[in-house]
């Protein structure tokens, strides 16, 4: 399963709400998708999983949403350290990532 | 805390062999499948390999099939990553990543926390 990530960057101001896609390439089985953060020089992180279950101390101004083909990251009002790269990544049908969001200030 | 710690990067001449070790802390290891994921310089995410609880049932990608072997000993709460005939494309950072939850029987799962990762350098 290809995952395609959009948009490449997304250019917002703190504060701002983020919105970040997912587009599989065929359906993800039983929404078996992931979300992660990574920033610069770190591990990635995870978000989200199950396409809309947060991960243990993640802040609820991240959500996740979605089914079937299309997935949505949503950060409800971007603080500076939200400011980061963002994987999105399928895991019912073997396992891939998709190519990244920027999000930058 | 959950701590994953990698191991056994470096610089290797296309051909080469090296093999990266994990040490895990923090939690029953021999509970959790385990991974390893990796990330050519300023590139995306790929995963790599990933081993059941008990060794019993491993994956990896294609594009590494019959050249690295993952592996793990839970006496001693570590993964291994065997990587053999390495090529100019598995220049990467490599990340242990534990997968999925306790006792889970799924293949292929999310992965959390991940390590710090470890350079690997193929280059003649």
């Known amino acids: 399963i290809v995952l395609t990530q959009s948009p490449g960057t997304l250019s917002l101001s703190p504060g701002e709400r983020a919105t970040l896609s997912c587009r599989a390439s065929?359906?993800?089985?039983?929404?078996?998708l992931a979300w992660y953060q990574q920033k610069p020089g770190q591990a990635p992180r995870l978000l989200i999983y199950?396409?809309?279950t947060r991960a243990t101390g993640i802040s609820d101004r991240f959500s996740g949403s979605g089914s079937g083909t299309d997935f949505t990251l949503t950060i409800s009002r971007l603080e500076p350290e939200d400011f980061a790269v963002y994987y999105c990544?399928?895991?019912?049908?073997?396992?891939?990532f998709g190519g990244g969001t920027k999000v930058e200030i | 805390e959950v701590h994953l710690v990698e191991s056994g990067g470096g610089l290797v001449q296309p051909g080469g062999s090296l093999r990266l070790s994990c040490a895990a802390s923090?939690?029953?290891?021999?509970?959790?499948?385990m991974s390893w994921v990796r990330q050519a310089p300023g590139k995306g995410l790929e995963w790599v390999a990933s081993?059941?609880?008990?060794?019993?049932?491993?994956d990896d990608v294609d594009s590494v099939k019959g050249r690295f072997t993952i592996s793990r000993d839970n006496a001693k709460n570590s993964v291994y990553l065997q990587m053999n005939s390495l090529r100019v494309e598995d220049t990467a950072v490599y990340y242990c990543?534990?997968?999925?939850?306790?006792?889970?029987?799924?293949?292929?799962?999310?992965?959390?926390?991940w390590g710090q990762g470890t350079l690997v350098t193929v280059s003649s």
């Open positions: 990544q399928q895991y019912g049908t073997s396992l891939t």
């Open positions: 923090g939690f029953t290891f021999s509970s959790y499948w």
């Open positions: 081993i059941k609880q008990d060794g019993s049932e491993k």
């Open positions: 199950g396409a809309s």
């Open positions: 065929q359906s993800v089985s039983s929404s078996y």
């Open positions: 990543a534990r997968t999925g939850g306790p006792g889970w029987s799924k293949l292929y799962n999310w992965f959390a926390p």
